[in-house]
């Protein structure tokens, strides 16, 4: 019996190791690993340019606290200023703490207290950012939330406007909401949002937690709408497996965030940092990320035409190689088949099975991956389960 708080509902399999996308349980088993750690593990697992570079910090130093210069944090800060909208970063250790800055600069910058959010979005656990998800299932026992979060319908830009008032300081979204079930933002929506937080001087805040560092094929996924985001949230993907988050802020807020107004003790942690400059170095590569956009598209593609004659599935969706599957019946009772077929998935909502595979997977991965969903949806659909 575990000694520790139940709080997780976790698949019978115990990981012995894993490199690329392989894991392998304890028993010798094979799994393709379709999840990447929840949308982490963006170059898969081991991936050995990251290794060596974590190995590389070990041997140099492992933290000495953000009193001191830490020369590492700056590369990793310049790659990230250099691919996107953002001037300036704030390193913490993960996208719920990315999460919490971003509201707190919100408020500072702007004096205003009320932000708006998505009905099934997600945003994290601690109390201001499980008040700022839009789903009721992860505030249950804790009572009340925070009064200041307003939610409002997904991709229904008339609802979030008859919201905005005076009293508000930013509109916080994903532009494909993953936990909600991969549903992904419509353009028109998406600068709509955009158009009005300008009209209104609202702060537009952009959570890429899952969407970014490549995962759709650009360095972030707002880029496909061509907006420009006030505040940017990432973490996840930026250090493959270790602890690393940060926010992306334009240079109007660099005196907003001034010494003594926020801070970590780990965030930018040196060996987080040498794991972040080496996947931010390999997946910001043009070559690299147009090869995301061709598997994403061979991914969608081959799941829809073989996933046709499945009564169970009504469509596939997605962006990148962040991809759902989209089913008419509750998918609790699938994620598990398919584990036990040997491939890692996710559950993206109720309804939905959700697909993050390592953004180095090859296409006979992919082939395989197929073939195991479609064998353990003809089990399911022929009641062999």
Known sequence: MSVQLPTYNRYDVSIDRAEGTIVTDVNGKEYLDFGSGIGVNNLGHRHPTVQQAVEAQLNQYWHVSNLYQVPIQEEVAQL?????VGDYVFFCNSGAEANEAAIKLARKATGKKKIITFEQSFHGRTFATMSAT???KIKAGFGPMLDTFVHVPFNDLSALEAKIDEQTA?????VIQGEGGVVVGDPSFITGVEKLCEDHDVLLIVDEIQTGIGRTGKPF???HYDISPDIITVAKGLGNGLPVGAILAKK??????DAGSHGTTFGGNPIG???ARAVLQT?????FLQEVERKGHYLQSELTKKLADQPIVTEVRGNGLMVGIVCNSDVSGIVPLLIKEGIFVLGGGPYVIRLLPPLTVTDQEIDQAIQLIMEGLNQLATKKV
């Open 170 to 174: 930013a509109v916080m979204l994903e």
């Open 134 to 136: 839009g789903q009721d």
């Open 80 to 84: 990230l200023v250099d691919h996107s």
């Open 221 to 223: 996924a707002y880029e």
């Open 283 to 287: 997946i910001f590569q043009a070559d």
């Open 252 to 257: 109007a807020f660099y005196e907003v965030f």
């Open 273 to 275: 940092m040498a794991a």
